[in-house]
């Protein structure tokens, strides 16, 4: 009696173990808000390497705030979108962060139009458009109309 009782919560443990997991076909955008993604910078013409560059420079701009725990930068035809996670702490401080990037950002590249957004859809959107540009099927033009998209959503919402 106590080896079909032992038997059966066996199968069913095993079961419950054997159904519960995912696999690997998660994609970085669905776990992009419950943990730290860290995309590189996107950048849609990478014809010129001042481009690649600069988007790696405002990366690492965003990487000096102790504020900011993960951030996805692309850089479009005429707009930068920078949208990033703020840790926990400093959820009071998200408007000040947010001024003071964007301050510091336009300081460094004058001629830049910087889109600027602490937003989880935002950030969201940004990550899934990267993913998006990573196959060669879509094209630049589409990536930019996304990207415009985005930076208007973000406009609706302030």
Do not use: W
């Not at 701009?61 to 707009?79: P, S, V």
């Amino acid at each position: 009696m106590r080896f079909v009782r032992f038997s059966a919560i066996l199968i069913c443990t095993g079961l419950l173990f054997g159904c519960g997991t995912k696999g690997d076909d998660t994609k970085k955008s669905e776990l992009a808000l419950i943990k730290t993604t860290n995309p590189s910078p996107s950048v849609l013409d990478h014809r010129t390497e001042k481009n690649v560059d600069m988007a790696e420079g405002i990366k690492e701009e965003i990487q000096n705030y102790k504020e900011i725990y993960d951030a996805a930068i692309i850089k479009g035809d005429k707009d930068i979108l920078v949208a990033y996670k703020v840790k926990h702490m400093y959820r009071f401080q998200m408007k000040k962060i947010e001024k003071d990037l964007k301050k510091k950002l336009e300081k460094k590249y004058p001629d830049e139009k910087f889109t600027i957004s602490s937003d989880y859809k935002i950030f969201l959107e940004a990550v899934r458009l990267q993913e998006k540009m990573k196959n060669p099927d879509f094209s630049r033009k589409e990536a930019n109309k996304k990207l415009q998209d985005i930076i208007k959503l973000q406009q609706e919402m302030t």
